[in-house]
């Protein structure tokens, strides 16, 4: 049976080509809002970090209504870091809409996606987006698709696939590039004609795969999916099966159903095949589990999700200052924080260490541990995290390390400076493709390679340069690789940093603190460009005599500290460094504190 009264659609793109911005437009011209309803922008964006950061972390589920056709929209992450977010939802359509900017064209995070939903054999449309961008270049980005649908051996039909011109932030869509478009219709009427209808039957007992969780503080978890066969009616007596865990089969009840309607969660007493619906009162139901009939037990294989690439140890902070601003600081809040998220996280792997004090943390990229840190922090979580590593396999004896495809964007003048330093970090270039007055330029590099490459390259193309990067393969280790030229300012001893102090160590290359701030032994206070560490003592004061008064140290001139973010922390970190993350602050230090211990340190290292 089909249900021609319903389609199923995923939004795949880039990182900032216009998903939520398109997903805000196809709301108001459905109706979702009233006409003098105020509305804020990029409205699915719902938590504090991805209206900051303006990124999508968070798949997420709306509908719209066209003609009487409802549409189950999904919203995905665009970052290569959140590919797990992706990944599972892609489960739940029949179909996706392929954003590309007019002007940068398809990048890594495309390619990912794409494959993704090729190899279900789902059905494609083509959406140019930006095409008001005054340094667009629609036809090479058409041509730069069907390339790339063709390297991904899609199908014929496939590469058939519609294609249309919009500019998401007008609201409009065209099915000609000549064309300027009034709205969205031509957009809703491929959506009907091209995105075939969920088969499903609603006659044979009820089954559906768990594609995302949701939690809400009341009702607890959330199960989201779409219902492959059946009918689902409310407090009805349901199974719990997964496929990859054998005959494990638990009971449970149907509390509540709700269907998506716009922005909101409408509470249902029925729920038919095809549709995809969220359903509350299981109490540890998990993705990847099929909830089923009593009367059929028939468990759905889960999309393999990609393993991690990247590993970070979280630890209890150890530091002097521990304890004075975190809520949750033991090993047991952390314990329990860590494998909560990896409940609605697929692509995220916690495993414990040797002590009870620590916990290896796997994930896609900085960025996707970042976002975990910066969500800990604000739920007043204190913990200490070790530098990124990559995680190698062995493969036929041969040890093997994850490899990025790295794309970017720069001005002519700093193409050099880009390929001497990919090269130094033992990169490839693929090619190298002018755009306009700048170059796009392709590389494989290994994944350790970009760690503290981002600060490195802003600078070197002077702001203007674009990089994104998505795992590519594994290949042979590559050799080794330096990880930092510079060295760090350590602090000499504890106490509140002085102007007198930080003056005199100013010399010695940037800083990251300020007159006033305390700091302890083995504190990381700045950054020296050259290799191989200073101690630095920030804390002197200028000794007073009859010839000198205390106020004569406002008359030093300081120079501005460096400001670093969470992602520009950890990009930082050398191997024996740790970065202390607090509620209040993120600070740098040594893993060992005491100046004499880290000499012994290194000496027996070198012996």
Sequence with gaps: MINEKLRNVAIIAHVDHGKTTLVDEMLKQSGVYREN???????????????????????????????????????????ADFGGEVERILKMVNGVILLVDAAEGPMPQTRFVLSKALELKHKVIILINKIDRPDRRINEVIDEVLELLMDLNATSEQLDSPILFCSARQGTASYSQEETGTDLRPLFNTILKHIPAPEADADQPFQMLVSAIDYNEFVGRIAIGRIERGTLKQNQEISVCNYHEGSDVKKAKAANIYEFDGLNKTSISEAYAGNIIALSGIGDITIGDTICDLARIDPLPFVQISAPTMEMTFCVNDSPFAGREGKYVTSRNIR?????????????RVTETDTTDAFNVAGRGEMHLSILMETMRREGYEFAVSPPRVLTKTIDG????????????????????????????????????????????EFTVPSRGLFGYRNEFMTD??????????????????????????????????????????????????????????????????????AGDIDVNVCKKKNLTNMR????????????????????????????????????????????????????HRARDKS
């Excluded at 968070?58 to 970052?79: R, S």
């Excluded at 329990?336 to 995220?348: F, G, I, P, Q, Y």
């Excluded at 003056?503 to 206070?525: C, K, S, W």
């Design 461 to 530: 193309t002077r702001g203007e340069g674009i990089m994104a990067s998505v795992f590519d393969s594994y290949a042979p280790h590559k050799g080794e690789v330096s990880r930092r030229s510079a060295g760090s300012l350590v602090a000499f001893e504890s106490g509140e940093c002085s102007a007198y102090g930080l003056f005199n160590a100013q010399d010695r290359g940037a800083l990251f603190v300020e007159p006033g701030v305390q700091v302890y032994e083995g504190m990381i206070v700045g950054v020296t460009p050259k």
């Design 37 to 79: 309803q105020s509305v804020v922008e990029r409205v699915m964006d719902s938590n504090d970090l991805e209206r900051e950061r303006g990124i999508t972390i968070l798949a997420k589920n709306t509908a719209v209504t066209y003609e009487d056709v409802k549409i189950n929209i999904v919203d995905t992450p665009g970052h």
């Design 336 to 348: 329990e924080r860590l494998h909560r998220e990896t409940l609605k996280d697929v692509s995220l």
């Design 549 to 600: 008064a205390a106020g004569s140290e406002e008359a030093l001139k300081l120079v501005p500290v460096k400001k670093m973010s969470l992602e520009q922390c950890l990009e930082f970190l050398a191997d024996d460094e740790l970065l202390e993350i607090t509620p209040d602050s993120l600070r740098l230090r040594k893993q060992i504190l005491n100046k004499q211990d880290r000499a012994k």
């Design 398 to 441: 041969v040890l093997h390390e994850p490899v990025e495809r790295l794309v970017v964007d720069v001005p002519e003048n700093s193409v050099g400076a880009v390929i001497e330093k990919i090269g130094s970090r033992k990169g490839e270039m693929l090619q190298m493709v002018p755009v306009g007055s700048r170059m796009k330029i």
